[in-house]
Nanobody, 129 residues
């Protein structure tokens, strides 16, 4: 499956953005999906993850109650709604997919980057103070 992230840009602190991750090649209903981010000079970190049916959703503590991950399997797209943005949210945001078959998707597994078989190219989010 190929993933294409979009929706990044420059926003003031307190503002909102919605990122999209459009998949092609295969339907995302076969995958658990997640967003990660990498800030300048830092390692890539987990942001949010969602099971194939959206029955379970996980968030990093740093974004809980501000970000919302969702998916539309019919549109083959995953979203990340980001509200109340802070300068520390500045990063390149990546979407990722992992096979759902046999995947007991917990928070720990969602945050494990090496469990994801497919990655998008990233979209830059810059939050100014």
């Amino acid at each position: 499956v190929q993933l294409q992230a979009s929706g990044g840009g420059l926003v003031q602190a307190g503002g909102s953005l919605r990122l999209s991750c459009a998949a092609s090649g295969r339907t995302i209903s076969g995958y658990n999906m997640a967003w990660f981010r990498q800030a300048p000079g830092k390692e890539r970190e987990f942001v949010a993850g969602v099971t194939w049916s959206a029955a379970a959703i996980y968030y990093a503590d740093s974004v809980k109650n501000r970000f919302t991950i969702s998916r539309d399997n019919a549109k083959n797209t995953v979203y990340l709604q980001m509200n109340s943005l802070k300068p520390e949210d500045t990063a390149v945001y990546y979407c990722a997919a992992r096979y759902r078959a046999g995947d007991l998707y917990s928070y720990i597994r969602a945050a494990q980057q090496d469990g994801y078989a497919y990655w998008g190219q990233g979209t830059l989010v810059t939050v100014s103070s």
